[in-house]
């Protein structure tokens, strides 16, 4: 059983363009090789995934033109001995503690990461083992062949043998401009259906009562956020 699991790892990273499902290729993107590029058949979108780089999404576009945010400064970059923040931009996934500090854990979010894509217009990562914090991170992406919708499935993998207890969470640095679109919850525990980060006391907290922006309204169930302005925190259940 051990041997079958390592067999099937190791033809995971040997994986070439012929051996790949329609809808993904294998090729360089910005300076990173090997990345996972998903490109929908019926619609000119496409999703490039980098296992170097934590598994992230570091593109995704329609005609060309990627609505993430990529920094061109570490374009290409790795995990070095320097384990430190790579502040790469596009969609990443974490993991909290619910307020609680975790140490550094870079190489689970930005470490290189086995992958596997064994169906079509889809790809899976796969981080390291954090032994300290007893989880590891498992990534699945999904494009629509005909709709270029992207789909994830995000895992946190318990390898400690006890019980650990922490929240997933994941980031998606987009460009500047345009909108934001947030469906708000009918029974949401903030009186005003969403909430907005302010400061009290040196302390930083949400305020569900009595949020407001000028940048800020709420049409038809749904909190429309014009961006552009100054930087600030909206929340939402």
């Known amino acids: 059983m051990v041997l079958l699991l390592c067999l099937g790892l190791a033809a995971a990273r040997g994986q070439s ?13 910005t300076g990173w090789p090997n990345c996972l590029f998903l490109n929908a058949s019926e619609i000119p979108v496409q999703a490039v995934i980098v296992p170097a780089a934590g598994g992230r999404i570091v593109h995704y576009s329609l005609n060309g033109t990627n609505i993430l945010l990529e920094n061109s400064a570490s374009l290409g970059a790795i995990l070095g001995a320097k384990n430190e923040d790579l502040f790469l931009g596009g969609y990443q996934c974490d993991f909290g503690a619910g307020g609680r500090e975790l140490p550094v854990h870079w190489p689970l979010t930005e470490g290189p990461q086995r992958w596997r894509a064994g169906a079509p217009f889809s790809a899976k990562v796969f981080s390291a083992t954090d032994s300290r914090l007893g989880v590891a991170l498992e990534k699945e992406f999904v494009l629509a062949g005909d709709t270029g919708e992207l789909g994830l499935v995000q895992r946190l993998r318990n390898v400690s043998g006890h019980t650990v207890k922490y929240c997933l969470a994941d980031r998606t640095s987009c460009k500047g401009g345009g909108f934001v679109l947030l469906p708000l919850n009918k029974k949401s525990r903030f009186k005003a259906g969403w909430a907005l980060i302010r400061e009290a006391g040196g302390k930083k907290y949400y305020d569900g009562d009595h949020p ?3 940048a800020v309204s ?15 925190r909206l929340g939402a259940d």
């Open 212 to 214: 407001a922006s000028s």
């Open 17 to 29: 363009n012929n051996d790949l499902p329609p809808g993904v290729e294998l090729r360089t993107y």
């Open 218 to 232: 709420v049409l038809g169930g749904v909190l429309v956020a014009e961006t552009g302005g100054d930087a600030t």
